[in-house]
Each structure stands twice: as structure tokens, then as C-alpha cells.
């Protein structure tokens, strides 16, 4: 099991950009899917991105297609998420996760960050 540390958060106004990132805290990456997940206080937890371990399967929610872009590096065991032209309906805390087995989604994660948080402004 791995745990899992966000970073890259923060206050933007509505049109700015953010890049978040994921990574380890305790060795690398299981060698299957990673997802991004957001959830607004109140709401159900949505799922934004996911990307498999090769990176040849990708995934994105429909909102956030064309403005947002998940990637992940293997060689520095780390998974980004670069959000651009953000609107005040993005503001969330943002979760990384993982899966530690293969499974049928990518984004069915186990393992979970802490979150951080983005807020974007109007």
C-alpha cells in the first residue's frame, strides 16, 4: 500500500491555470491506473481524470475535457494534473488516487490523498 501526497493547490481566478501533482510518500507507484477526483463540500465525490499506468487509456469527465491534462511520469513517480482556463465550478479539493490490483476502470482506486484544495474565483 501506498500513501498517496497532493500538492499544487491554491486560489485562482476563473480563467487561470493550476497544475497539480501526486505522489508517493512511501515508494513508487503499483504499476496500474491513477485518477484525480474532486468533491465539493456537500456533493458526491466526482471523478475528473484517469490515466492507465502505460498511459495509453486516458479518461476525462466531460466538463473538464479540452481544459485539463493528465499525465504521469514514471521515472519521477509522479502524477500531474494541469488544469487551464479554470472556471469558479471547478473550485474543489482536489484527490489523487491509485489502484494497487487491476481493475476493469481506471478510475476504481483503492488508495487515496489527503486532498488539496482549489478555489477559483469569479
Known amino acids: 500500500q501506498v500513501a498517496l501526497v497532493e500538492s499544487g493547490g491554491g486560489q485562482v481566478q476563473a480563467g487561470g491555470s493550476l497544475t497539480l501533482s501526486c505522489t508517493t510518500s512511501?515508494?513508487?507507484?503499483?504499476?496500474?491506473?491513477m485518477a484525480w477526483f474532486r468533491q465539493v463540500p456537500g456533493k458526491e465525490r466526482e471523478s475528473v481524470a484517469a490515466?492507465?499506468?502505460?498511459?495509453?487509456?486516458?479518461w476525462y469527465t466531460d466538463s473538464v475535457k479540452g481544459r485539463f491534462t493528465i499525465s504521469r511520469d514514471v521515472a519521477a513517480n509522479m502524477m500531474t494534473l494541469q488544469m487551464k482556463n479554470l472556471l469558479h465550478e471547478d473550485t474543489a479539493v482536489y484527490y489523487c488516487?491509485?489502484?494497487?490490483?487491476?481493475?476493469?476502470?481506471?478510475?476504481?482506486?483503492?488508495?487515496w490523498g489527503q486532498g488539496t484544495e482549489v478555489t477559483v474565483s469569479t
Open positions: 512511501d515508494g513508487p507507484f503499483k504499476g496500474y491506473a
Open positions: 488516487a491509485t489502484q494497487t490490483v487491476p481493475r476493469r476502470l481506471l478510475f476504481e482506486c483503492e488508495v
Open positions: 490515466i492507465a499506468w502505460t498511459g495509453l487509456s486516458i
